[in-house]
């Protein structure tokens, strides 16, 4: 079944990324139907179905992110039913990456046991079987051999048989076959890991030196200080309580700072993992526990200060897809330090912790998955654009031209509404290219079914306008030149044509 629906969806080797998404449904299916066990555990289920979730993510807005999380939950759904207990995802880890490495090799190694035991359970029956095939193969080959003689078609055929050599596309198919075959076999016939590194205790005393009750309590003492003047000015200085230092700008010092909070954040949880373990003696003093949780919130507004400094960063140099990943990373270490204050707490153990936080960080990138972050970013960039009336950073071209189909809607968009005779120019010159791109890939098969929607998208807004889609050949993004922009559309030359494109180039 799986054979078939990788020829039928993919085409051979051509077909879009998208088609993945349906080729990984059709694997689970497969897999549910091979392996009854895995279909009877309930966390087997659980894990199937947010597998079939990135499939769909696959289908949608296909994406190396949502490819390996795909695989993640089905390699967890394939062993757990073997797991009597769930444990942490520290093991779960461990087993992953070993049924991973191992997967690569398993259909070999699964075929040397089978040779074997055949080998044991039939030994000289091939042998035996050997003459009584003669037979039959020499008197189909000269019943063949007449047949050709007074058919013309069974002729043609094997004259196409004699005449096979290894074309580029068989050999591609053959290659990306085998490839998906052994990802088939690791859901089929998954080997679950027994020996692993262990997973952490995380509670108790835990002897080291230095460190004691009152060596605890007096560094929270000082690290609560510290915090607190860096709380202070920072607090000062981003919300414009106070004037920046003599030649720094506030972009500047939003750049500067924000990724060694966040090191100084994640310093700070280590700190509390280490030195503050559920039943030790330190966090059993009350005023510990008390400094303790005032630290921790000291370090959730640090993390809070610094996704503030990511913000004017943004607001002075535009938005990137990496500068969101960065504000949601902050996020989820913040949330981090609060899962890890609760832990001490409540006395949860490591094993809760660690699952705790692996559940946010996947439930993280599983909502990345069905989020496109360059079309968020060439939407803000527009709407908050110097040239447009806005209060950000002047618009880069260059940077909307690499999103690719991201920007095509943004960029229609972008043509609809006033602007600089420039900006106008390229927005048009992008979506067109963009739009010819998209509609030749979905024409030969190669589709995303956001790509679809996008130019769904962008033709109803052609209509609107009354605009007809052409292509033309892409200029180089940073021609500011109004003269060469329209003859590359094909455009009058104005009367006056001093007005260039304003972007800068992101730092």
């Known amino acids: 079944m799986v054979a078939v629906a990788f020829d039928a969806l993919l085409k051979g080797w051509h077909a879009g990324p998208g088609a993945f998404g349906l080729l990984e449904l059709v694997l689970l299916a497969a ?6 066990a895995v279909w009877r555990d309930g966390r087997a289920r659980v894990c199937f179905g947010l597998a079939a979730l990135m499939a769909l993510a696959m289908v949608v807005m296909p994406s190396a992110l949502a490819w390996g999380l795909f695989w993640i939950f089905a390699g967890l759904g394939a062993m757990v039913p073997a797991a009597a207990r769930f444990g942490d995802a520290w093991c779960w ?3 992953l990456l070993l049924h991973a490495l191992r997967s690569t090799v398993a259909p070999a190694i699964d075929l040397r046991r089978w040779l074997k035991v055949r080998r044991k359970s039939g030994k000289g029956q091939i042998r035996a079987a050997l003459p009584q095939l003669v037979l039959p193969a020499v008197g189909s080959l000269v019943i063949l051999g007449l047949f050709a003689s007074a058919n013309p078609i069974i002729a043609a055929w094997l004259a196409d048989m004699s005449s096979l050599s290894p074309r580029a596309d068989l050999v591609g198919r053959l290659v990306f076959g085998a490839v998906w075959f052994t990802f088939a076999w690791s859901l089929l016939r998954p080997r679950m890991a027994l020996r692993l590194i262990g997973t952490f205790d995380g509670s108790g005393d835990l002897p080291m030196p230095g460190v004691t009750p009152n060596s605890v309590r007096l ?9 607190a003047l860096q709380n202070a000015m920072d607090l000062a200085w981003l919300w414009g309580l106070a004037a920046l230092p003599e030649g720094m700008t ?9 990724y060694p909070l966040i090191v100084t954040a994640l310093l700070a949880a280590g700190f509390v993992l280490v030195a503050l373990r559920p039943g030790s003696q330190t966090a059993a003093m009350p005023l510990v526990r008390r400094l303790v949780v005032l630290w921790t919130a000291q370090n959730v507004l640090l993390v809070g200060n610094a996704a ?5 960063y943004i607001a002075a140099y535009s938005l990137t897809q990496m500068r969101i990943a960065a504000l949601l990373w902050m996020a989820l270490v913040a949330l981090g ?8 707490l409540a006395g949860k153990s490591a094993a809760w912790l660690i699952n705790a936080n692996s559940a946010a960080a996947l439930a993280l990138l599983v909502g990345c998955s069905f989020v496109d972050l360059d079309a968020i970013s060439a939407r803000y960039n527009i709407a908050h654009a110097r040239e447009l009336g806005g209060d950000g950073a002047p618009l880069d071209i260059c940077y909307l ?9 943004a960029a229609a968009e972008l043509e609809m509404r ?4 420039p900006i106008h120019l390229w927005a048009r010159l992008l979506r067109e290219n963009v739009q010819a791109r998209v509609s030749d890939d979905l024409d030969q098969g190669k589709w995303a079914l956001l790509d679809a929607w996008r130019l769904a998208q962008v033709r109803s807004i052609l209509r609107k306008a009354a605009l007809a889609p052409q292509t033309h050949d892409v200029l180089d993004c940073r021609t500011r030149d109004v003269h060469a922009l329209r003859l590359a559309l094909g455009l009058e030359l104005p009367t006056d044509a001093s007005v260039a494109l304003t972007g800068e180039a992101r730092p």
Request: glycine residues 4%; proline residues 6%; without cysteine.
């Open 418 to 421: 006033p602007a600089p005779e």
């Open 219 to 227: 560094s929270l003492i000082i690290f609560n200080a510290l915090f």
């Open 308 to 312: 503030l400094r990511t913000m004017d």
């Open 337 to 344: 330090l609060m899962l890890v204050l609760w832990r001490m």
């Open 250 to 258: 506030l972009a500047e010092y939003a750049h500067r700072g924000a």
């Open 31 to 36: 897999a549910l139907l091979a392996r009854p």
């Open 93 to 95: 880890a461990q087993r």
């Open 401 to 409: 031209q690499s999103m690719g189909s991201s920007a095509m809607v």
